[in-house]
């Protein structure tokens, strides 16, 4: 059979290839990789919760649990690793009469297939944000909030870089991805502890919540960029420069033209009367922007995170944001789960002497990532009064931002394994550690209600939605909890 | 290059096949052929609505006329088509670089994540259905449905069996799957013509509805079975008899264990407080289900409409239904768009003489499918003043539970090309028709406003949201809107 397959692949190989693949099977892992997504993005997510942790960590823990690292239940040929080291494949064939010959094509196209949901889930999850964010807010933080982003992503991104270059002879374009995953700040899960502390309307947590908003954005052109530069494997100034203008000129022209078809956008809609009126159309241009942006050698996501931004400047923002949420509920998991699965944490044990090279590397990222944000509280002017370690400790936390790098990196390719093993390290450390040192450097919880759940149900318009679903709202999602409320905190 | 795959094949053929296929390219792929999709489906659909006829009918010829029969946008590699006739590919090449080397893979993995995007929309399709069908309402319908809706499903399809093989030579296999295409009815369809004629709290209405309900259980039931002979190719009197027992068994054995599932599902769920807390569960039951299914031989459709009726029961019911609105909207039109755009409508051509054959089995069909339903009024008893004729031709209409058979169909490969194109058109037809025809044996319009809009804003409960996206209840879905109001016409 593998023989005749040989033979007959020297005309159209992929092709008859996966066209033998039986596609009920494949279908019967898609199910059973969902349902092992799911389990462990819920149970990851909720534990994390218990703590006082982002859900978001314990999906991505959760992820490891369940990938290469731990059971072995969802693994991707990326690693190197065949059918025969999965779990899910190795179930079907006790349960479902999967044949071994035909093992090799299922587990091969359930993997693109997982690989596929994922990347939507994180296209949708970028759709979201952008759909969260308002610009004119974005544009009314200030110039102190500018200058602590920019700090911010600058600082970091250039000790990580030069660092790894020059003391681990990492690789440029390896060494600039890691670097541009330090740039990253997760605005959900700092505006969460700053709520719970009663300081999310202090000077400082204003100027936090800002910053971190414009991280997002520059961190999104980053990405980006760095994405482009590893499809080359190497790094050109004059294309460099070139993709920062591209990447800029993208995102401001679709907010630019976005202004005129806004309102086009409003009245299509407005004529449509089947179900899916508001969610189609939007998907349709979102995935268009998404295409734009990946022809012009840009990251998809950026596309569907212009798109997001576009929209929510009109009126039918809260309708799409409430309908977007089951999706992105049920796509988004998918993606960080399946950047734990992908990572190899074994890499890191140090019970194994050839591992020290990467433990350093990741100690190296910590303490980097750290320092980078902690100094861009003292770049605060004319405020004598203001905790300036307080701003740099609340932009620590890396959060999903971080993740979405080291997935992007990880799936292109430009990253070896220990150094994608000590992103998703820093990640994760940044993020434990940054809410008790929060509370440790803003000693004096002002109230015990928390700021958020106050402002959005003042705050949210849709009053009867607020009051039915209230866990929706309230709940995880940094980012839609949260920035629905960083507005509101920086006009007070 | 592709010799040295042909070389390197000899040990995990396809898993290192799959994997030299540019991942990023794929997901270019499939974002254009959502894209796609999307547009044919909401252009379908609206003006399938404009003009009276359900909006899935729009979708289909959407379908149809983006795919293999007109446009070559969508053409999938079941029809022996290569990437070379796919106008997105060459799209690909002509916009994303892609090479004319890498085509055939790309072509390959796309089509395959499609039609596991489409196989997810019809599960969560079933999924949406179970959901609103309501089991006391099912069992109190009443004897005279229950005699309608059996008669309407042996009928036509021991007629459309029989006939097929005895007059047309037809295989058994690919002759009962057309039977068994033949014996659904959509609820949708007429009862949304009997609320525009003011006419679903009659007698006759109520009778329908209860039937159509009723046919909807029996059709999933015939499905399973006959998919599963379809795997086989041959038929088997035993088997049968154990599929059709299986099949009735995971149903009722579902049901009954889900009275004592009920009460853990929602304990777990009021316990969860991360995003997705009700959608994620739920979607891990039914794609469990579903799995279940799939493993013992029947349809995973089963499984997942299974699931909802079994957590129709629970107090999260409306929550759950009202989230999975937007999850359906997006999945479910790939698969209608993906029926029409594997039909090649082509075989059908009356102008091609080797047609003609499928074209008197297409007229045969038609037939079959009116007769044998028409008849069904005739079972009638104890009602002299009923209008039997009225009741047979409510029960005509096929819509989407119809193309689930013929896409299911196609899938398993069990039916010709001409055979499945036979189906479509007749599942066109008898959509088309019913609605005149309707209207023409019950002639008098009784009032204006229509009886569906009335009997969702007294019977939905939260009203909140009906007011604030009527569209979304009172339009399209045949399933939501209407099986909200079979339950209340029932009661009255």
Known sequence: MQFLNAISSSVPLLASATETVDSSMVMAAVLLS???????????????????????????VGGVVVGISVLHLLVFPEGGTDSSSSLIIAFLQSTAGLTPQAADGVFAAHSEVISVLAELGVIVLLFEIGLESNLKDLM???????????????????AGTVGLMTLFGIDAVPAIFAGAALTATSIGITSKVLSEIGRLNSKEGQIIL??????????????????????????????????????????????LLGNFFNSSFVRIVNRLKTRGELVIPAFIFAFVMAYLAAVIQLEAILGA?????VLEETDKRKELQKQVIPIADMLVPIFFVTVGAKTDLGVLNPA?????????????????????????????????????????????????????FAGVGAASGALSKPLGAAIIMMVILTTFLAPPLLRFVFPDPASKTTDTEKLVLDGAGATSLTIEQPQLITAQSPDVANLESAPDSSES
Request: zero cysteines; glycine letters at 12%; proline letters at 4%.
């Open 210 to 255: 800002g910053a971190a908003v414009i991280d997002d954005v520059l961190g999104i052109i980053v990405l980006a960029v760095v994405a482009s530069l590893a499809k080359d494997g190497e790094v050109d100034v004059t294309k460099v420069i070139f993709l920062i203008i591209s990447a800029t000129a993208f995102l401001l022209g679709a907010i």
């Open 305 to 309: 995170f212009a798109a997001g931004l």
């Open 140 to 158: 009314a933080v200030g110039i102190q909030a500018t200058i602590v982003a920019v700090v911010g992503v600058v600082a970091p991104f250039a």
């Open 34 to 60: 969902l349902v092992v997504i799911y389990f462990a993005s819920k149970v990851g997510g909720e534990l994390s919760n218990r703590v006082g942790l982002p859900p978001v960590l314990g999906e991505l």
């Open 352 to 404: 194994i002497p050839t591992n020290r090279e990467g433990l350093i590397m990741a100690s190296f990222l910590i303490i980097v990532a750290i320092i980078g944000k902690v100094i861009t509280g003292l770049t605060v002017f004319g405020q004598p009064e203001i905790n300036r370690l307080a701003i740099g400790v609340g932009m620590i936390p890396r959060g999903e931002v971080g993740l979405v």
